[in-house]
């Protein structure tokens, strides 16, 4: 009798360790679920989040209801704390950037993505430098024999931060070509939308951004594209706009956008995630939004999202000390 019964306690534990470990094993959210932002409300990574809010939720992809926070700051620094104060809890998402990635570089970010569960890599989207219709810059190589003979000699915005995809994204090519980058004189404005506006103004001599963001301002062809860095052209109203490769300058670049959760979260809560994103990046709604948006899908989930981080951090790295901001 003291035998049989305990192994009916012995049963028991085992069933009950056995019921914990496929739950461990299947986790799903029990919770409703936030997605932060480290920047604030219309920007691309706002977009982004609310875009998978409405397709989770038109979708019916999961009974809980899905929220975005906005944690603007530090230059992404605040969203990145933030998250991390729900260590394991994968109810908590955050969109994740180069320009947070950058800025780790330059040291204005004080968290790397090795502090953070990398989920997954959604999508991408091509640099490109433009100028007023009226300037006399002809097209890539005319400006970067301008630049070569005098690196100051023009002034070039590059949005709200130095260091920037934007900035990057333009010194890749203007380094290939020969120029001097850290003599070009860069500016800096409050917003992407003030930094348009100085160079359809007159103000600025040259933008350095993302076709989203000059998308209105080319489509009323007061904006013409100089390069973009992209393998072959980019279609719609951009498709007169000639790369860089073809105007003999071999650079390619992209501003990604990912998905990150806190740290220490489990696989099974890892698995959840990236298998749920990777549903709603094969979606045709996903497929018009990029389209519609210029955007290029380049979905990798957390392994090879993760790989993927560290490479990119080391050519950051390299061509922002280049720049002498490095530290």
């Known amino acids: 009798m003291i035998n049989m019964k305990m192994l009916r306690i012995a049963l028991a534990v085992l069933g009950g360790m056995f019921a914990a470990s ?3 094993q299947n986790w799903k959210p029990e919770q409703n679920v936030e997605i932060s932002v480290g920047t604030g ?5 706002d977009r982004t989040a609310r875009f998978i809010q409405r397709l989770i939720q038109d979708k019916k ?4 209801a899905v929220t975005v926070v906005n944690k603007p700051g530090g230059g992404g620094t605040i969203g990145l704390r933030y998250l991390n104060t729900h260590q394991g809890n994968g109810h908590f998402l955050q969109m994740y950037s180069p320009n947070v990635l950058a ?10 993505y090795t502090e953070v569960t990398p989920l997954a890599i959604l999508y991408s989207e091509h640099m490109l430098v433009a100028v007023r219709t009226e300037s006399p810059i002809k097209d890539g190589r005319d400006l970067i024999a301008r630049l070569k003979a005098d690196p100051k000699s023009l ?73 973009i860095t992209a393998p072959q052209r980019v279609p719609g109203i951009f498709a007169q706009s000639p790369t860089w490769r073809e105007q003999g300058i071999d650079s390619i ?14 696989p099974a809560q890892v698995r959840y995630w990236e298998d749920m994103l990777a549903q709603l990046a094969a ?45």
């Open 22 to 24: 496929v739950a461990a």
């Open 41 to 45: 409300p219309g920007g691309g990574a």
């Open 61 to 64: 992809l999961m009974p809980q």
């Open 103 to 112: 800025g780790h570089v330059v040291g204005q970010v004080a968290m790397n």
């Open 155 to 227: 002034s070039m915005t590059v949005g709200i931060g130095l260091g920037n995809m934007n900035h990057i994204g333009a010194a890749l090519p203007l380094r290939a070509g020969g120029v001097d980058v850290k003599q070009v004189k860069a500016v800096v404005f409050n917003t992407v939308a003030e930094s348009v506006t100085a160079v359809v103004g007159g103000h600025i001599d040259i933008v350095a951004a993302t076709p989203s963001t000059i998308l209105q301002q080319a489509q009323a062809g007061r904006l013409r594209v100089l390069g």
């Open 253 to 266: 670049a992209s501003f990604w956008h990912a998905v990150i959760g806190p740290a220490g979260m489990t």
């Open 283 to 327: 979606s045709d709604e996903w497929k018009k939004q990029l389209d519609d948006n210029y955007l290029t899908s380049q979905f990798m989930k957390s392994a090879a999202a993760t790989k993927f981080l560290g490479g990119q951090y080391n050519e950051l790295k390299s061509i922002l000390t280049e720049l002498g901001m490095a530290k």
